[in-house]
């Protein structure tokens, strides 16, 4: 389809203008549909840049009849559940660790900027047993079972839904190739 488009002179800013009437468009196409459906289409239109005379055809490909969209023009997924692990930043979890650790082991009177000898050696420990991870395993621990709970039930908060994929098969026809093939068919 690029390779049509491109063989073509568009006026400069349509490519603005098409992406300006795709988002109202779009808003129309999810209120008739809900997110958990999946649905298929065969969207059909004409294109034309009424200054340089530049014009396609899109139509789906009936050509490709097996595939993810199952021969229609278009197919929009139901949405998915997947798990993000970006959605809990390293160091707000680190943080959070350090900051009961050091509320357990820091008492309430000490200075707020200073943590005890004790802390700074666990600190400098479990550095020294997270560079080196062959060293250290959930399941190695008298609390394996625990520490594995306690993972799972961090990483579910990590779980979230996302919109399904859309897919296209449609082809694009420069309306002067179908001109000169509906010619052809009326000189035969």
């Known amino acids: 389809m690029k390779e049509e488009i491109m063989k073509q002179e568009w006026n400069d800013g349509i490519a603005k203008v098409l992406k300006t009437i795709?988002?109202?468009?779009?808003?129309?196409e999810k209120e008739?549909?809900?997110?958990?459906?999946?649905?298929?289409?065969?969207?059909?239109?004409?294109?034309?840049?009424?200054?340089?005379?530049a014009s396609l055809m899109i139509k789906p490909d009936v050509l490709k009849t097996t595939g993810k969209t199952n021969g229609h023009?278009?197919?929009?997924?139901s949405a998915v559940t997947q798990r993000m692990t970006s959605k809990l930043p390293t160091k707000k979890i680190v943080g959070r660790l350090v900051s009961m650790m050091v509320r357990n082991f820091v008492p309430v009177d000490a200075n707020p900027e200073v943590y005890s000898t004790m802390v700074a050696k666990?600190?400098?420990?479990?550095?020294?047993?997270?560079?080196n991870e062959s060293k250290w395993s959930p399941d190695d621990t008298?609390?394996?079972?625990?520490?594995?709970?306690?993972?799972?039930?961090?990483?579910?908060?990590?779980?979230?839904?996302?919109?399904?994929?859309?897919?296209?098969?449609?082809?694009?026809?420069p309306m002067t190739a179908m001109i000169e093939l509906q010619k052809s068919e009326v000189t035969v």
């Open 32 to 53: 008739r549909h809900n997110a958990d459906e999946d649905y298929y289409a065969d969207p059909q239109l004409y294109i034309q840049d009424l200054v340089t005379g």
């Open 122 to 131: 666990f600190i400098d420990d479990t550095a020294k047993e997270i560079a």
């Open 142 to 173: 008298k609390h394996a079972d625990a520490v594995n709970k306690a993972i799972s039930d961090l990483l579910e908060h990590t779980v979230s839904t996302r919109a399904g994929d859309t897919l296209l098969n449609v082809k694009a026809t």
């Open 73 to 77: 023009g278009y197919r929009s997924c």
């Open 22 to 28: 795709a988002g109202p468009i779009a808003k129309q």
